[in-house]
Structure formats: structure tokens, C-alpha cells
């Protein structure tokens, strides 16, 4: 088998393509319109890329090149006439009398380092930014993200200038910042650390949506928020939940609510967590109304992550849904 790299801009129709290569097996060599992208797609974007592919094939078939393929995400994309590889050296390649397939790994990477900044009012700011969907008029400068995330102005401007490095924001000549909003997701997903604090684990014979209704009828103040797998469903409808994940500010009067320990997580299906980053609590507050009562969100992006880290195929699809949001909030 022998891999070359054609020279030149390759352009069809409404498509440009990445790359394109020519991969002979046999003797046989077929052309490959490749697609690289910083991320894999949600399996519910699929159908969004089909448009994309079919402008590819005049070019060649179509190939997409990313990060990391999951075994599933695999199959899904192979089923959408995708071929795909990896960085981590699994790929299935198809074309006329041509077929190679490779799983060399089923984990996806684990970030060398984290290059987004962390520490005071970093989340909070990058938060803030991933959520913005105003006008030019009313991007944010650094003292009202400052404001936002309860930091001081020198501590905003260092975060925004460690963001810019990134090209992950742009300063604009009126002194404001432009995030590049899906790019700041995406790296915020992958190298979020975590919430923090403490974490218990319950069970109830409820479901975990009355157990979101109920403490919000007992907790008229609000000091909590509201996440996976409730809260996703509550903002995009996509399943029947199967566990509620419950940030607390304080400690929530859960006494009456029929709740019992749990002897770990693979137990539970209620997770209270007190975090140590309290921008897991959206500034403006986000609620959603269920049956006459103020449900309390926590933040979107906060939800997608607790989505991810649940884990299971249905989940991440609730995610790619809850992503497009976020991303279409105006």
C-alpha cells in the first residue's frame, strides 16, 4: 500500500478541501477529498455534514481527519459514507477496491497540557464568553467581564490576552473581544478540570426529574442548580432522564425529598455536588418553568461536560443537541 499527497488547491463546486491524497493498494489507486477538523462530530451533526460530503466527492471520497473516533462515532460515520482517520491510528478507508480498517485504540487522548488559563475567574470568564450571542455593540471589554466573573480588571485583561494567544478571541479597534464561540467551547470541554468540592451519592424511587420539581418548590431562593441529565432534557428535550445532578451553594434541605444513600455512583441516581468553581452557577441565572415552578440551571456549558463525563452514546447526542444551543441563542 502507498499513501501520496497531491499538490495543488483543490476546489469543487461550494467545496475546498483540506487535502487530497491518493492511496493505492493492489495497484489500485483511489483519490480521497480530505476533511480535517479540530474536533469529531456529535453523532446528531451527521446529517448537518451530508450537504458538506456530497461537494466532496466530485473532488474525491470523501475522508474526514480528526482528533479521535470512538468505536460508535465509527460506525455512525461509516453508515453516512464517511472514510475517517484518526491522530491515534484507527481509521476505516473505503473506495472502489479499497477497504482498510484499523482499531488501535478504544480511550480517546488525554491532553499533554492545559493551555487554557486556569485559576481565578478563568472559567467564569470563558463561561461568560462561550455565551455571548449579542452585537458588535455590545461585546464585552475587560471590565465588564471582570464584573461578570468577580475579578479584578489586570486579572480579566490577563485571561482575555492568554485567550487572544490562542486565537480564541479578537480584540476589536473599539476596545471590546470577540470570542470565536465554538472554538472556545470545544477547548473548554476538553480541558475543563472539573468542578471540584464534594459529591454525594443518593437514590430515589422518583424520578430524577420530580426530585428537580420538588427541591425547587422547597428552595424558593434558588441556591442551587440543576444539571445532567435533567437539565438538558429541560432545555432540549432528547430522553427520559436516568440521574439528576444537583449543584449546591449551600446545604439544601433534602430531608423529606425520599432520598437514601447510595454506596457509590454506579448506585445513584442523584448526585449533589457542593463545587469549588462557583461559575458552575450562571450569571445571569438560567430556570426553566415545570408545572407552574422555576426549575434552577446550572450553566450550559457545565451541563454539555457533566454529559460527557456520564458518558453512554445517547448522552453525547443530547450533547451535540445542547450544543447547537447554545450556539444559536441570540
Not at 455536588?273 to 415545570?290: G, H
Request: charged letters at 20%; aromatic letters at 6%.
Amino acid at each position: 500500500m502507498s499513501v501520496s499527497v497531491l499538490a495543488g488547491e483543490h476546489r469543487a463546486s461550494e467545496a475546498i478541501v483540506d487535502a487530497v491524497v491518493e492511496i493505492s493498494a493492489d495497484g489500485l489507486p483511489v483519490r480521497f477529498a480530505v476533511e480535517e477538523k479540530l474536533r469529531a462530530p456529535y453523532p446528531n451533526e451527521l446529517g448537518h455534514l451530508d450537504h458538506h460530503r456530497r461537494n466532496l466527492e466530485p473532488i474525491g471520497h470523501p475522508l474526514l481527519v480528526v482528533p479521535y473516533v470512538s468505536m460508535p462515532l465509527g460506525h455512525a460515520l461509516t453508515e453516512a459514507g464517511w472514510s475517517w482517520a484518526d491522530h491515534q491510528g484507527n481509521y476505516d478507508i473505503r473506495g472502489p477496491g479499497i477497504r482498510l480498517s484499523q482499531r488501535r485504540t478504544n480511550s480517546p487522548p488525554k491532553p499533554d497540557r492545559r493551555l487554557l488559563p486556569a485559576g481565578s475567574g478563568s472559567w467564569a470568564i470563558i463561561r461568560y464568553l462561550v455565551a455571548f450571542s449579542g452585537g458588535e455593540a455590545e461585546e464585552p471589554n475587560a471590565t465588564a467581564l471582570a464584573n461578570q466573573a468577580r475579578v479584578s480588571q489586570p486579572r480579566a485583561s490577563q485571561v482575555l490576552g492568554a485567550l487572544a494567544q490562542l486565537d480564541l478571541v479578537q480584540r476589536t479597534r473599539r476596545g471590546r473581544w470577540r470570542p470565536d464561540r465554538p472554538a472556545l467551547l470545544d477547548r473548554f470541554l476538553n480541558e475543563y478540570p472539573g468542578p471540584g468540592g464534594t459529591e454525594h451519592y443518593l437514590y430515589s424511587l422518583d424520578q430524577p426529574s420530580a426530585i428537580a420539581v420538588s427541591l425547587a418548590r422547597r428552595d424558593a431562593a434558588h441556591s442551587f442548580a440543576i444539571s445532567a441529565d435533567v437539565g438538558p432534557d429541560l432545555v432540549a428535550p432528547w430522553r427520559r432522564p436516568s440521574v439528576v445532578i444537583i449543584y449546591a451553594a449551600v446545604d439544601l434541605p433534602i430531608d423529606g425529598l425520599g432520598l437514601t444513600n447510595a454506596q457509590g455512583i454506579a448506585d445513584a441516581n442523584v448526585i449533589v455536588r457542593q463545587p469549588r468553581d462557583r461559575s458552575v452557577f450562571p450569571t445571569p441565572s438560567l430556570v426553566a418553568q415545570v408545572d407552574g415552578v422555576e426549575v434552577p440551571l446550572a450553566d450550559p456549558t457545565q451541563m454539555i461536560w457533566d454529559l460527557e463525563d456520564l458518558g453512554g452514546d445517547d448522552r453525547l447526542e443530547a450533547a451535540g443537541e445542547l450544543r447547537q444551543w447554545i450556539l444559536a441563542r441570540h
